[in-house]
T-cell receptor, first 111, second 116 residues
Framework: GDSVTQMEGPVTLSEEAFLTINCTYT??????LFWYVQYPGEGLQLLLK?????DKGSNKGFEATYRKETTSFHLEKGSVQVSDSAVYFCALANRDDKIIFGKGTRLHILP | EADIYQTPRYLVIGTGKKITLECSQT?????MYWYQQDPGMELHLIHY???????EKGDLSSESTVSRIRTEHFPLTLESARPSHTSQYLC???????????????FGPGTRLTVT
């Protein structure tokens, strides 16, 4: 069945460092791919999405490119801030419109 | 800004009590979901609904039940709470399928349940 694998955390970085959180997927067909973010004490919110190969999703300085050849959707940000500390979930959605989430990666940014 | 609400935000209750977790959304979404989030953060789908009078079990077996009498309301009930039910419960909603918009789920803030 379809699945999402993302790097285990926690990931700890200093402010202004470069961030990469790896995400790979297994799916039949052509899924849509997402990154959701969960700030402390809150529910998840959509961060960015890509619906077809080579699409780049971007929001709040974060970017991810849909790479069909490597079945990946890695999340990147050039300069992280303390306010980016949160849990990040990679996810895919396929034809039956259920979302499959990865296990989440906790990010800590140190001032 | 998503308009999906969950009450209570925190609940501590004794074993054997009946509880209902409330979830309401004002976006007119047809699909609604309940997830259980374990301490390791992983999300498990326990129930979902396509609309009024529709309820389905999710991927993770749960002793809870749900109902969908009104579009905006999707409560979750535990008839007899146990310590194993201690968890974070997240409610979400989305438009019905057919477009990529159906895959964007809007989440409530969650209810953290502790059963003693």
């Amino acid at each position: 069945g379809d699945s999402v694998t993302q790097m285990e955390g926690p990931v700890t970085l200093s402010e202004e460092a470069f961030l990469t959180i790896n995400c790979t997927y297994t799916a039949t067909g052509y899924p849509s791919l997402f990154w959701y973010v969960q700030y402390p004490g809150e529910g998840l919110q959509l961060l960015l999405k890509a619906t077809k190969a080579d699409d780049k999703g971007s929001n709040k300085g974060f970017e991810a490119t849909y790479r069909k050849e490597t079945t990946s959707f890695h999340l990147e940000k050039g300069s992280v801030q303390v306010s980016d500390s949160a849990v990040y979930f990679c996810a895919l959605a396929n034809r039956d419109d259920k979302i499959i989430f990865g296990k989440g990666t906790r990010l800590h940014i140190l001032p | 800004e998503a308009d999906i609400y969950q009450t209570p935000r925190y609940l501590v209750i004794g074993t054997g009590k009946k509880i209902t977790l409330e979830c309401s959304q004002t976006m007119g979404h047809d699909k609604m979901y309940w997830y259980q989030q374990d301490p390791g953060m992983e999300l498990h789908l326990i129930h979902y609904s396509y609309g009024v009078n529709s309820t389905e079990k999710g991927d993770l077996s749960s002793e809870s039940t749900v109902s969908r009498i009104r579009t905006e309301h999707f409560p979750l009930t535990l008839e007899s709470a146990r310590p194993s039910h201690t968890s974070q419960y997240l409610c979400a909603s989305s438009v019905l399928g057919g477009t990529v918009m159906a895959y964007e789920q809007y989440f409530g803030p969650g209810t953290r349940l502790t059963v003693t």
